[in-house]
């Protein structure tokens, strides 16, 4: 931060500093061009009003009343009325004095002649005007009156007759009254002659001061014209500021007003035409400096300010690339993060996969295993089964034997219509035989893992066949009743197992003594399918009902149940997609649910 900073500052310095150079010389520009014209305005005043007086002389020289004047009138009380005329006419002209002298240097006749200081009479023969006139010049001299004192120009011409030169007449203007006509310019003006003596100024501390140092020949010239008194002629009371101002004429003078007061000026200075003078003006340079201070202290503002922005620009920069800092340091911390939650969730997922194909095994170990014990079940239930089914067998055996001893008995007898009768018992017994068999049969076999429209009917009916010995045993009575002709999804022998287990079960459930009720309800409701077999045996334990569905659990004694049978069905109903429900009914004995899915197409062959 520090370096940039430091860096734009002294661009800044440098674009300041290239800026005040730049306007500070427009400036300077302005204000020389300024006074140049102020000059050339001065110049034109001066030079305006001079034009008014210069040719004066000339033209009084040509009058004939002074020509015949100076012509040496007879006339008594000529000169008199000469100078009453150029009294007339210096009032007229607006001059300070017009007066002729004669070739001697003594003036005989003036506007003045009946005043104090009557210059008639007087010679001024040593005033150089005097001198250029009689050589045939227009004389034009700067002086101070010898009587009156004033500063004055003398303008003359020589006074001619036929090529001679008979005097001279003179007009003097006052230069206090030029003076009063450039003192409107708005700057101080001086105008300084051959000698570097002040002879003009609108400031009056300038007034017959002296430029530089007057060289001695000339001082003895001016002793001799009697143009100013030497002895008071102090120096300028300018000091020279060229070193203040670098190429700048600079000077300090005094101003108007109160004693002590100075003021810088630039002086600038031109050869008024026409003339052996310099017109100087010293142009306030106040107002330029004003205006250069206002232009510094609006470049510094400007600066300041401009700094104040690149400061605020920098600090917003430094924030923006802290914010961005932050950004991407907090975006690295989060992708640390993912790819470590990602690493612990692809191991979490390896883990998942190795479980699931575990479960997968284990699932398939366990269906295999239930299969397993379903075929046991069934066995067993072969096994359970057995005493009846002998007995099954040996009666229709037994029988068999006797027709057919008949039939034999008959044949011989010659009576074949009753031959005939008997073998036709045998043969509907043995009919019979085969479809237990058969029935037998299919019921020991391994059943597969399809699941597919069932017809409930037939399942009940296969079933309840190969309970019928049980059945008849025991002197049960077994009810079905509700809807019939229904197709369920599920499998026909795993289904057929399920109701052989529930109705031996409900067999068992009825003591001894009292002849079984059982009750097989069919209804079909919302696409489903319910079985319900109820008994009136003693019900289930209402301790045991939560667990009743568990392997192993079973209330019979040792030998008479492993406690699986309704675990079994359980898991079997479950696989076709359905739900199985055992509650105590309020009348009593128990009741038992299955739901199943109700399927729509005709049964295929699953088993
Ligand atoms: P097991 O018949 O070998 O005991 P089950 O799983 O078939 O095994 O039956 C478990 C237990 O559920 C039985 O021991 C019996 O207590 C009870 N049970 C089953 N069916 C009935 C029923 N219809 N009435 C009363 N109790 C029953």
Redesign the pocket.
């Known amino acids: 931060m520090a370096r940039p900073m430091g860096l734009a500052l002294a661009v800044l310095l440098v674009a300041g500093g290239a800026a005040f150079h730049v306007l500070s010389g427009l400036v300077v520009d302005q204000a020389r061009e300024d006074a140049g014209a102020f000059l050339s305005q001065a110049e034109a005043t001066i030079d305006d009003w001079l034009d008014r007086y210069r040719a004066l002389p000339r033209l009084y020289a040509r009058d004939p009343r002074i020509v015949s004047a100076m012509a040496g009138d007879p006339r008594p009380g000529a000169l008199d009325d000469l100078s009453r005329e150029l009294a007339e006419w210096n009032g007229i002209a607006g001059t300070s004095d017009t007066y002729v002298m004669a070739a001697d240097g003594t003036t005989v006749a003036a506007s003045n002649w009946d005043s104090d200081i009557s210059f008639v009479g007087r010679n001024f023969g040593f005033r150089p005007y005097f001198s250029d006139a009689m050589q045939g010049e227009n004389g034009r001299f700067f002086g101070l009156g010898t009587t009156s004192g004033l500063r004055g120009y003398y303008l003359s011409a020589p006074i001619r007759q036929n090529g001679a030169i008979l005097g001279v007449i003179v007009v003097k203007v006052s230069i206090p009254a030029l003076e009063s006509v450039l003192a409107e310019s708005s700057h101080p003006i001086f105008i300084s002659d051959d000698a570097g003596v002040v002879i003009l100024s609108t400031l009056p501390e300038f007034r017959l001061t002296t430029l530089r140092p007057i060289p001695e020949d000339r001082q003895a010239l001016i002793d001799r014209t009697r143009r100013y008194d030497l002895a008071r002629l102090d120096p300028a009371p300018l000091s020279d500021m060229r070193g203040a101002g670098g190429d700048w004429p600079l000077v300090s003078a005094p101003v108007r007003g109160p004693a002590e007061a100075r003021r810088t000026y630039l002086q600038t200075d031109r050869a008024l035409t026409g003339e052996t003078w310099r017109l100087h003006l010293l142009y306030d340079v106040g107002a330029v400096r004003q205006q250069l201070w206002t232009m510094g202290v609006a470049i510094v503002a400007a600066g300041i300010a401009i700094a104040a922005l690149a400061a605020l620009g920098l600090q917003r920069r430094e924030r923006l690339i802290q914010r961005l800092a932050d950004r991407e340091r907090d975006r690295l911390r989060l992708e640390r993060r993912v790819a470590l939650r990602t690493v612990a969730l692809s191991e979490a997922n390896a883990r998942l996969e190795i479980e699931v194909d575990e479960r997968r095994a284990a699932e398939q170990t366990l269906r295999q295993t239930q299969n397993e014990l379903v075929q046991a079940g069934k066995l067993a239930a072969l096994g359970q089964m057995s005493a009846a089914l002998s007995h099954e067998f040996n009666q229709p055996l037994t029988a068999i034997r006797t027709y057919s001893e008949n039939a034999a008995a008959f044949y011989e007898a010659g009576r074949g219509d009753r031959a005939a009768e008997n073998i036709g018992r045998v043969l509907r017994l043995t009919e019979k035989m085969a479809q237990l068999s058969k029935r037998l049969t299919r019921f020991a076999r391994r059943s597969g893992d399809d699941v597919g429209p069932v017809d409930l009917d037939q399942v009940l009916s296969e079933a309840l066949a190969l309970v019928a010995a049980r059945v008849d045993r025991s002197e049960a009575r077994i009810e079905i009743t509700g809807d019939r002709g229904l197709l369920v999804q599920g499998g026909a022998t795993r289904l057929m197992h399920v109701a052989m287990?529930?109705i031996?079960?409900?067999l068992?459930?009825v003591p001894p003594g009292r002849p079984p009720r059982i009750a097989i309800h069919i209804a079909a409701r919302g696409g489903k399918v319910s079985m319900e077999v109820t008994?009136n045996?003693?019900?289930?334990?209402e301790d045991?009902l939560p667990h009743?569905f568990d392997p192993f659990?079973?209330?019979?004694e040792v030998g008479?149940?492993?406690?699986?049978?309704?675990?079994i069905c359980y898991n079997i109903v479950r696989d076709f997609g359905g739900t199985m429900e055992a509650r105590n009914r309020p009348e009593g004995?128990?009741a038992?649910t299955v739901t199943l899915e109700a399927a729509e197409r005709l049964p295929v062959a699953a088993e």
């Open positions: 287990n529930l031996g079960n409900a068992d459930a008994d045996g003693t019900g289930v334990p045991a009743i659990f079973t209330t019979k008479k149940g492993l406690g699986l049978g309704l675990s004995g128990a038992f």
